[in-house]
Each structure stands twice: as structure tokens, then as C-alpha cells.
């Protein structure tokens, strides 16, 4: 089945830029439409709104990415569950935070300041090969290690953590393991459960086609219990839904990650819009739209002008995520191929002097053909 038609028209340009902002699907527009004229005319707010919508978003991130429903709290980015591991987490004084070297600036906003503030020390993983791996930071254990914070798909190259074993170092070592899964989520097939991190956040712009300003934090349940309590957003005290006669000296939160949640959780233009995303990416399927990207980008490979261009990505499959980056030959040339491609309407990611080409269902091989065809020129 061809999803393009689920798409608004790009007006002439190819859009392979889904790695930097995934386009509204046109029923989620729809939805977000329809959340404002609810404002508009508020006495159309269907009084369950409040709860069900996010619980509804909950659900079906349950479902795509594999967890507890009750395990998700609705935010607006990666960068809110990363807050909330980093504000909320039991740190002791020399305790260690690693990240990779060039991470996404999201993962050292968020840890640095616990190093100025004396509470944690930032230690930065080199890659001993090209791509750092699972054994470059498992290496880099001590016993003051108490967290290790990487993306699951890298931003700058799209090469794809092995996660099974760094996170089965961790749990020996008693180590928490904070993944970040915006350059994959919804993109490839994964189940939470089994990549066996405490964490994971995402932002929910990209691959899960939602409005900006959205994302979810996942926490283990058993994890959870690694985060001292915190204020939260009051519709997750435990009995919420009756506010209006909620005893109010005895107020915790209730079971589960919602206590995370972002206020205003039920911001009903985006999870509106974030729920018809889902529900479409659940009808097309997680496994369809990865093997999708697949043949999408195993086409670029093969075609890709090797006189003049390099990859940039691991070669092997299995070691990327659902996109790939490539460059001129001559690296000061990159910058170049990049201005040919705006100039030609082809629509893609300039990172680290480095082409990040990400297709998604709406992109088709006429789309990889035409991004080929300037490259070549």
C-alpha cells in the first residue's frame, strides 16, 4: 500500500529530512484542528479529556515500543526525561556520568551543570575505532560509575548502539542506563522490555511523526524506585481524576510514571495531534516502515557516486539506524554537495560536515533517485 496520500504535498521538494523534523501526517493535522476549535468554543472540551488523552498517547506508546502502559510519562522532548533522571536520581558525591564523545548536546546539557554543582563528574567516552561501541564505555567502568547516557541511533552518523551488552555490563555493575531513542523510535522494531535499559526518553517530532514539542520518558518500573521523589504536575497525585473532593494532606503520586509527566500534560492541540500520529504509524507498522527505510537506503547506497562521495555511516546494516549519512570525497567539498541539493529542492541534514539523508513511509525510490541524480551532476 502506497502511504504518500497520508502525506500533504511537498510542493516540489524531496523531503529526506525526517531526522530533523518528521512532517504531520494529514489526519493529525485534522486532530490538531479539531483540539482547537475545542478551545475556541470550550464548552466542547469533552470533560474526559484531561486524563484520557494522555492516557490514550500512553497506551499506544505501550504498544508500539513494548513496556508497561503505566511506565510512560508524557513530555514535551528527550531533554524533559533526561531532567528528571538528572534532577531526580540519587547522586552520591565523585559519582560518574558517562557520555560519548559528540553526543547529542541534549546529554551534556543535562549532566554538566551536575558537575559545576559539584554533585557528579562528566566523563566523555573516545571511540578506540570508528564508531564508538558498547565495550568503549564498558571498559571505562569504575566503581564510580553510576550512569551511562547515549543515544541508541547516533545524530551525527546513525550508527546504532549494540544496547544488550552495555546494558547487561550495567546491571552487573550496578550501573543505570539512560537510552535516548529520538533517531529510532517507531523507526525500527524494538521492545523496551528487552533492550534492558532503566530509561529511555524520545523526542516525539521525529520518526513518531508528531507536533514539536512532544515526547515521552520511560522508566522501568523496578528503576523507578532509583529516582527520589520529586514535585510533580498535580494531576498525577493519586486519585486526581476527583480533584474536586481530593483529600489534600496526604497527597503522593500515583503508581507509575505520570508522576514524570509534563505539565500541562493534556495540551490537546499536540497529544491530539501525537495520537493520530501514533495510531497511523501503529496501522502502517513499525516493521513495515523499517523495511521501508531499508530498501530506501540500501538503494542509496548502491548508487551513490563513489568517485565523489564517501560513507559516513557504518556499512554494515545491522550497524546503522533507519537512515544514513555520507560526504564529498573531499571533505571540504561536503558543504558544497549540500548547496547543490538545497538549490535543487532535495531536502536533507547537514551534521558534522556530514549529509544525514533519513527517508520515511511518505519517500519513495523516485525521491532516493532524484537526491542520486544531483549528487552526481
Given at each position: 500500500?502506497?502511504?504518500?496520500?497520508?502525506?500533504?504535498?511537498?510542493?516540489?521538494?524531496?523531503?529526506l529530512?525526517?531526522a530533523e523534523?518528521?512532517?504531520?501526517p494529514?489526519?493529525?493535522a485534522?486532530?490538531?484542528?479539531?483540539s482547537?476549535?475545542?478551545?475556541?468554543?470550550p464548552q466542547?472540551i469533552p470533560?474526559?479529556a484531561?486524563?484520557?488523552?494522555?492516557?490514550r498517547v500512553r497506551?499506544?506508546?505501550?504498544?508500539?515500543?513494548?513496556?508497561?502502559t503505566?511506565?510512560f510519562?508524557?513530555t514535551?522532548?528527550?531533554?524533559s526525561?533526561?531532567?528528571?533522571?538528572?534532577?531526580?536520581?540519587?547522586w552520591k558525591?565523585g559519582?560518574?556520568v558517562?557520555?560519548?564523545?559528540?553526543?547529542f548536546p541534549?546529554?551534556?546539557?543535562?549532566?554538566?551543570?551536575?558537575?559545576h554543582?559539584?554533585?557528579a563528574?562528566?566523563?566523555?567516552?573516545?571511540?578506540?575505532g570508528r564508531f564508538?561501541?558498547?565495550?568503549?564505555?564498558i571498559?571505562?567502568?569504575?566503581?564510580?560509575t553510576?550512569?551511562?547516557s547515549?543515544?541508541?541511533?547516533?545524530?551525527d552518523?546513525?550508527?546504532r548502539m549494540d544496547?544488550?551488552?552495555?546494558?547487561?555490563?550495567?546491571?552487573k555493575a550496578?550501573?543505570?542506563l539512560?537510552?535516548?531513542?529520538s533517531q529510532c523510535?517507531?523507526?525500527?522494531?524494538?521492545?523496551?522490555?528487552d533492550?534492558?535499559a532503566?530509561?529511555a526518553v524520545?523526542?516525539?517530532?521525529?520518526?513518531?511523526?508528531?507536533p514539536?514539542?512532544?515526547g515521552?520518558?520511560?522508566?522501568?518500573?523496578?528503576?523507578?524506585k532509583?529516582?527520589r521523589p520529586a514535585p510533580f504536575y498535580w494531576?498525577?497525585i493519586?486519585?486526581?481524576?476527583n480533584f474536586?473532593?481530593?483529600p489534600?494532606?496526604n497527597?503522593?503520586?500515583?503508581?507509575?510514571?505520570?508522576?514524570?509527566?509534563?505539565?500541562?500534560?493534556?495540551?490537546?492541540?499536540n497529544?491530539?495531534?501525537?495520537?493520530a500520529?501514533?495510531?497511523?504509524?501503529?496501522k502502517?507498522g513499525?516493521?513495515?516502515?523499517?523495511e521501508h527505510?531499508?530498501?530506501?537506503?540500501?538503494?542509496l547506497?548502491?548508487?551513490?557516486?563513489?568517485d565523489?562521495c564517501?560513507?559516513?555511516?557504518p556499512?554494515a546494516?545491522?550497524?546503522?539506524g533507519?537512515y544514513?549519512?555520507?560526504?564529498?570525497?573531499r571533505?571540504?567539498?561536503t558543504?558544497e554537495?549540500?548547496?547543490?541539493?538545497?538549490?535543487?529542492?532535495?531536502?536533507?541534514s547537514?551534521?558534522?560536515?556530514?549529509?544525514?539523508?533519513?527517508?520515511?513511509i511518505?519517500?519513495?525510490?523516485q525521491?532516493?533517485?532524484?537526491?542520486?541524480a544531483?549528487?552526481?551532476?
Amino acid at each position: 500500500m502506497d502511504h504518500r496520500s497520508e502525506f500533504a504535498e511537498f510542493d516540489g521538494v524531496t523531503y529526506l529530512n525526517c531526522a530533523e523534523q518528521g512532517p504531520l501526517p494529514l489526519v493529525s493535522a485534522r486532530a490538531a484542528q479539531a483540539s482547537l476549535e475545542w478551545k475556541k468554543l470550550p464548552q466542547r472540551i469533552p470533560d474526559d479529556a484531561y486524563f484520557v488523552l494522555p492516557d490514550r498517547v500512553r497506551n499506544l506508546l505501550a504498544k508500539l515500543l513494548g513496556g508497561e502502559t503505566e511506565e510512560f510519562a508524557i513530555t514535551s522532548g528527550a531533554s524533559s526525561g533526561m531532567a528528571a533522571v538528572a534532577t531526580n536520581f540519587d547522586w552520591k558525591p565523585g559519582d560518574e556520568v558517562l557520555i560519548g564523545q559528540g553526543e547529542f548536546p541534549a546529554h551534556f546539557a543535562t549532566f554538566m551543570p551536575l558537575e559545576h554543582a559539584g554533585r557528579a563528574r562528566v566523563k566523555v567516552i573516545a571511540p578506540h575505532g570508528r564508531f564508538l561501541t558498547a565495550a568503549d564505555y564498558i571498559e571505562e567502568f569504575t566503581s564510580r560509575t553510576r550512569m551511562v547516557s547515549v543515544s541508541l541511533v547516533r545524530f551525527d552518523n546513525g550508527a546504532r548502539m549494540d544496547a544488550g551488552p552495555l546494558a547487561e555490563a550495567c546491571r552487573k555493575a550496578g550501573v543505570a542506563l539512560l537510552l535516548d531513542l529520538s533517531q529510532c523510535a517507531c523507526a525500527i522494531p524494538m521492545n523496551l522490555q528487552d533492550l534492558g535499559a532503566d530509561f529511555a526518553v524520545s523526542s516525539g517530532y521525529k520518526w513518531l511523526l508528531g507536533p514539536y514539542g512532544t515526547g515521552f520518558f520511560w522508566a522501568r518500573r523496578e528503576a523507578m524506585k532509583k529516582l527520589r521523589p520529586a514535585p510533580f504536575y498535580w494531576m498525577a497525585i493519586e486519585g486526581a481524576r476527583n480533584f474536586h473532593s481530593l483529600p489534600l494532606d496526604n497527597v503522593k503520586p500515583a503508581d507509575g510514571g505520570r508522576r514524570w509527566d509534563a505539565p500541562e500534560t493534556a495540551s490537546f492541540t499536540n497529544l491530539s495531534a501525537m495520537q493520530a500520529s501514533l495510531e497511523l504509524i501503529e496501522k502502517i507498522g513499525v516493521q513495515k516502515i523499517a523495511e521501508h527505510n531499508r530498501r530506501l537506503v540500501a538503494q542509496l547506497i548502491e548508487r551513490l557516486p563513489r568517485d565523489t562521495c564517501v560513507l559516513t555511516s557504518p556499512s554494515a546494516e545491522e550497524g546503522r539506524g533507519p537512515y544514513v549519512c555520507i560526504a564529498a570525497r573531499r571533505p571540504e567539498r561536503t558543504s558544497e554537495l549540500f548547496a547543490r541539493l538545497q538549490a535543487a529542492n532535495v531536502v536533507v541534514s547537514l551534521r558534522e560536515n556530514a549529509l544525514r539523508i533519513s527517508p520515511h513511509i511518505y519517500n519513495t525510490e523516485q525521491d532516493v533517485a532524484r537526491l542520486i541524480a544531483v549528487l552526481s551532476s
